[in-house]
């Protein structure tokens, strides 16, 4: 029998976006490099190696994002512990949408989300790295 999906993904980033701020390519491009920003990358290992990255962003796989917030969990992670504004990103701002509702929701503060992600970056000449794929 077929699930019913009764609260689908758009209706997740209409709610998100309703609560977080967007930050336009452009201002995010204003944004780099300040020392009172984290750019956070949310997206796969994968898609680091192939598009490369903003160089500075902290890299947090979206599966590990509450975790590394949360200092009360064993996953914690400093970078998330600081008083900065975090600038979320994905490839194209939905994952980032989503990211960013959960965090402010939990309770870090200030955070918006990067408009159009590390497509909009590259479309603009937004700085960026290659990176090297992890040796096993
Ligand atoms: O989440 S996404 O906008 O990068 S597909």
């Given at each position: 029998?077929?699930?019913?999906?009764?609260?689908?993904?758009?209706?997740?980033?209409?709610?998100?976006?309703?609560?977080?701020?967007?930050?336009?390519?452009?201002?995010?491009?204003?944004?780099?490099?300040?020392?009172?920003?984290?750019?956070?990358?949310?997206?796969?290992?994968?898609?680091?190696?192939?598009?490369?990255?903003?160089?500075?962003?902290?890299?947090?796989?979206?599966?590990?994002?509450?975790?590394?917030?949360?200092?009360?969990?064993?996953?914690?992670?400093?970078?998330?512990?600081?008083?900065?504004?975090?600038?979320f990103f994905c490839?194209?701002?939905?994952r980032s949408a989503?990211s960013?509702?959960?965090?402010?929701?939990?309770?870090?503060?200030?955070?918006?989300h990067?408009?159009?992600?590390?497509?909009?970056?590259?479309?603009?000449?937004?700085?960026?790295?290659?990176?090297?794929?992890?040796?096993?």
């Amino acid at each position: 029998m077929p699930q019913t999906i009764t609260r689908g993904y758009k209706t997740l980033l209409d709610e998100a976006n309703a609560k977080i701020r967007t930050v336009p390519v452009t201002e995010a491009m204003s944004l780099h490099g300040r020392e009172d920003v984290v750019f956070v990358d949310l997206r796969d290992p994968r898609e680091l190696e192939r598009e490369g990255r903003i160089p500075g962003a902290v890299h947090c796989p979206r599966g590990m994002l509450e975790f590394w917030i949360d200092p009360e969990s064993p996953y914690h992670k400093p970078a998330f512990a600081q008083d900065k504004t975090y600038l979320f990103f994905c490839a194209a701002g939905w994952r980032s949408a989503l990211s960013a509702a959960t965090a402010q929701d939990m309770g870090l503060k200030p955070v918006a989300h990067m408009e159009g992600g590390f497509t909009a970056w590259k479309k603009v000449g937004g700085a960026i790295e290659s990176t090297e794929p992890k040796k096993t």
